[in-house]
């Protein structure tokens, strides 16, 4: 019987060792029950709650090839953790002769055996769902006390590592605070200062990469109109304020506010651009604009 692996580990606390530890488990189980393995189909950092995964999706079209008959997984959540999804991946499979095999979980090819899929499937559920839970939970206490909660790093800030004693176990916890980085913020001053003087955001362009630094027309707006270089912490719309080391006064801020949105609408400057079919047509999926500073 031919078979596929399948195989899927995702951001939370998961590594590239995820992955060595299921193959390992798959092609032990393989081996065991006579089972030829003819392709790998592997996800990194992708979330089982939902299929759109890229590998997944080409191991469900690959499977109406009728190249092999099974897809082995270490175990049912890897295949996925919404058991309406999973089951309607599963049905999709079946249909191409194709059944879904798990090396640590012990099914029976029988009702009972489809029974004790929809009970995982249902328990699988369950956990991603309270993860998901535990998840927001922290984030939003970490936001309390303005913590980082991920993401990037904004240009003129860095992280430092704190600790701080957690009450219900008795023991030290690290956290992360936005700290002024001293080497980048003047950087960052400079920025707001050259668009509230008038250079556009080619100019500003030119000067970052005098730094060193490579940055798209895009991503030099996003910095811009980062609230955090005001003091602002942002998460799930709630703005706390003299949360993070300030790098530029409101007055300027709000300046260069002004300016970006007046310089948003403004077509002016296309007069002074060559004129293409699609000049005022196309435009930025990002920031919206339409002329030819993107």
């Known amino acids: 019987m ?3 692996i399948y195989a899927r580990y995702s951001s939370h606390n998961q590594t590239e060792c995820s992955i060595e530890g299921q193959l390992k488990v ?3 189980y393989a081996k065991q029950n ?6 790998e189909y592997i996800d990194r950092a992708q979330t089982g709650t939902n299929d759109n995964r890229e590998q997944f999706q080409k191991m469900l079209a690959d499977s109406e090839r009728k190249y092999f008959q099974g897809v082995l997984v270490y175990q049912l959540d890897r295949f996925g953790r919404g058991d309406v999804v999973d089951a309607i991946n599963e049905y999709k499979l079946n249909k191409n002769g194709v059944e879904v095999i798990s090396a640590k979980e012990n099914f ?3 009702p009972s055996g489809n029974l004790m899929k929809g009970v995982i499937r249902s328990i699988n559920k369950y956990y991603s769902d309270e993860l998901s839970v535990k998840v927001r939970r922290g984030m939003d206490l970490n936001a309390d006390k303005c913590y980082y909660n991920g993401g990037s790093v904004p240009l003129g800030l860095k992280l430092k590592v704190v600790e701080e ?7 030290t916890i690290k956290k992360k605070k936005f700290i002024l980085d001293e080497e980048t913020a003047p950087i960052v001053r400079k920025i707001f200062e050259m668009y509230s003087s008038g250079s556009t955001i080619v100019k500003i362009k030119e000067y970052l990469e005098t730094k060193g630094l490579k940055y798209s ?3 030099i707006r996003t910095i811009l109109g980062n609230k955090k270089y005001i003091g602002i912490y942002t998460h799930s719309g709630r703005e706390i304020v003299d949360a993070i080391p300030q790098i530029i006064d409101n007055e300027l801020f709000e300046d260069v506010q002004k300016l970006l949105e007046k310089n948003k609408h403004s077509r002016s400057r296309l007069k002074t651009q060559t004129e293409y079919i699609l000049t005022t047509k196309l435009y930025c999926g990002n920031c919206k604009r339409y002329d030819g500073t993107v």
């Open 2 to 4: 031919n078979v596929v």
């Open 26 to 28: 798959c092609y032990e």
């Open 34 to 39: 006579k089972l030829n393995v003819i392709h």
């Open 108 to 110: 029976t090819n029988d």
């Open 165 to 171: 004693l957690n009450g219900s176990f008795g023991k």
């Open 217 to 219: 027309n895009c991503k």
